[in-house]
Structures are given as structure tokens and as C-alpha cells.
């Protein structure tokens, strides 16, 4: 089974102007991600970091729909470690954000098969550094898998 982390960003983009094409076919391809773990086609893990940021989301509204759907699946949470610290630190070299390296740290330390982000600089990021996961596009993950 493909282990699947999923970025902040995917839980939000379909509460975002899905009036633009392509906030609409990512929020699409998420819906689809979320349909297959929850028919046990993939595993989602997630994270203390992940949810410190969704509690983050300004606004409140956005908030709460994201961490609606959020609560609604079971995922399996990675707990943090000095490891996950030390490699989040590492992939700061790369000009990766702090809460994306956090998040890639946490994720590549469940050997998680693809990070998924809608975050374009991101995802060039992670392209000029040796990650054990790939990181992608959920259109490009539906794409691929699918």
C-alpha cells in the first residue's frame, strides 16, 4: 500500500477560489486521494506539526472546514524525535521553510512514498535535494498512480 503524506495546503485547497482552474483540479485530485484512503487504497500519515499549522489557518472559517475534514479521517500520526529535528535542520540547507522541512523530516521518517503539496516552490525545492520520498503535485500524483 502507497504511503501518502499530505502538505497544509491539501487540506485547504478545496475551501479555497475554486473558481480558478487550477485551485479546481487540485481540489478535485485531493478529493480523490482522500476517497481512495478512505476505501483503504492508501495509507495518509500525518503529524503534530501538520496540526499545529491547520490551527494556524487566519482565517476562521477556512479553519474550521479544513479541520472538520481533518477529524473525519483516522490517520496514522508520526510522533516527533530528535532524528525528525536533526533532518528538518538538515533540509533548511536547501532553502526549504521551516514547516516544510518539518514536514518532510516527519514524513521521510516513515519512509512515506510521496509527500503531495499544491506549494510549486516547494516541490522545485525538494527537486536539488536527495530526498527518500518524491515529492509532487496532486494532479501530477493522480497522474502517476492512478
Do not use: G, W
Not at 533540509?91 to 499544491?118: C, G, P, W
Request: glycine share 0%; net charge neutral; aromatic share 8%.
Amino acid at each position: 500500500m502507497l504511503k501518502l503524506y499530505l502538505d497544509n495546503c491539501c487540506y485547504s485547497r478545496p475551501f479555497d477560489d475554486l473558481r480558478q482552474e487550477k485551485n479546481n483540479l487540485e481540489a478535485q485530485a485531493i478529493k480523490v486521494i482522500i476517497d481512495k484512503y478512505c476505501k483503504d487504497e492508501f495509507e495518509i500519515y500525518t503529524s503534530d506539526a501538520l496540526i499545529l499549522e491547520m490551527n494556524n489557518i487566519k482565517d476562521q472559517i477556512k479553519r474550521a472546514k479544513v479541520l472538520e475534514v481533518y477529524n473525519k479521517l483516522n490517520l496514522t500520526n508520526i510522533k516527533f524525535s530528535e532524528k525528525i529535528k536533526q533532518r528538518a535542520i538538515e533540509l533548511r540547507q536547501y532553502n526549504i521553510k521551516d514547516m516544510d522541512s518539518l514536514h518532510l523530516a516527519f514524513a521521510e521518517s516513515k519512509d512515506v512514498d510521496y509527500f503531495i503539496t499544491t506549494d510549486r516552490l516547494l516541490i522545485n525545492a525538494s527537486k536539488r535535494e536527495n530526498l527518500k520520498i518524491k515529492v509532487i503535485n496532486p494532479i501530477n500524483f493522480i497522474m502517476e498512480v492512478i
